[in-house]
């Protein structure tokens, strides 16, 4: 199985802030990764897939890039309503995998 | 416009068994695979399996793998997951989801609210 491994798993900013979270595979993906969003109570939504394609609708601030086998995910400039936990998700290979989360609050 | 709405969930015996149900609306569902993405309560996401757009090829994780059956109706617009042999390790929210390209598997673009399954004696 493919291994995620997710870091930080909780982060605290302030808005405005630039905020990254990075994935790392434990073999190649190429690009097969995509980030999903879930506010509590809700379901995961889609943010970004391809590792750096911006799902419709979802605000330019989101982007996603890759080094390797290491992906990051990058909020440029941090709202309130982005409070969320954010979880990466491999496609390359079955079963499919997620990083362990990270939980995302504003300081 | 394009909807999941999963419904079954409950509380069961160990042991015991409950089927889910993923009703699609909105989009083509014999087009796209389908797969099950369970959470249990506080942790993260864990992907239990998947159909493919005509149900010929079916995934299964390790955890679930000769417990739970996954299956569709295309002509119910419908999606299921059989659980059998429930132990309290599956309670969790179960969400169903829609591929949007790929065979069987690939990054999920819709999904629904889920429904809630507690394994307790």
């Known amino acids: 199985d493919i291994q995620m491994t997710q870091f930080p798993s909780s982060l605290s900013a302030s808005v405005g802030d630039r905020v990254t979270i990075t994935c790392q595979a434990s073999?190649?993906?190429?690009?097969?990764l995509s980030w999903y969003q879930q506010k509590p109570g809700q379901a995961p939504k889609l943010l970004i897939y391809d590792t750096s394609n911006l799902e419709r609708g979802v605000p330019s601030r989101f982007s996603g890039g890759r080094s390797g086998t290491d992906f990051t995910f990058t909020i440029s400039s941090l709202q309130p309503e982005d409070i969320a936990t954010y979880y990466c998700?491999?496609?390359?290979?079955?079963?499919?995998?997620f990083g362990q989360g990270t939980r995302l609050d504003i300081k | 416009q394009v909807q999941l709405v999963e419904s079954g969930g409950g509380v069961v015996q160990p042991g015991g068994s409950l089927r889910l149900s993923c009703a699609a609306s909105g989009f083509t569902f014999s087009s796209y695979p389908m797969p099950w993405v369970r959470q249990a309560p506080g942790k993260g996401l864990e992907w239990v399996a998947a159909i493919s757009y005509d149900g010929s090829n079916k995934y299964y994780a390790d955890s679930v793998k000769g417990r739970f059956i996954i299956s569709r109706d295309t002509s119910k617009n419908t999606l299921y997951l059989q659980m059998n042999s429930l132990r309290p390790e599956d309670t969790a929210v179960y969400y169903c989801?829609?591929?949007?390209?790929?065979?069987?598997?690939?990054?999920?673009?819709?999904w629904g609210k889920g429904t809630t399954v507690i394994v307790s004696s």
């Open positions: 998700q491999q496609y390359a290979n079955l079963p499919i995998t």
């Open positions: 989801a829609r591929v949007r390209f790929g065979q069987l598997y690939g990054y999920m673009d819709v």
């Open positions: 073999q190649d993906i190429t690009n097969l």
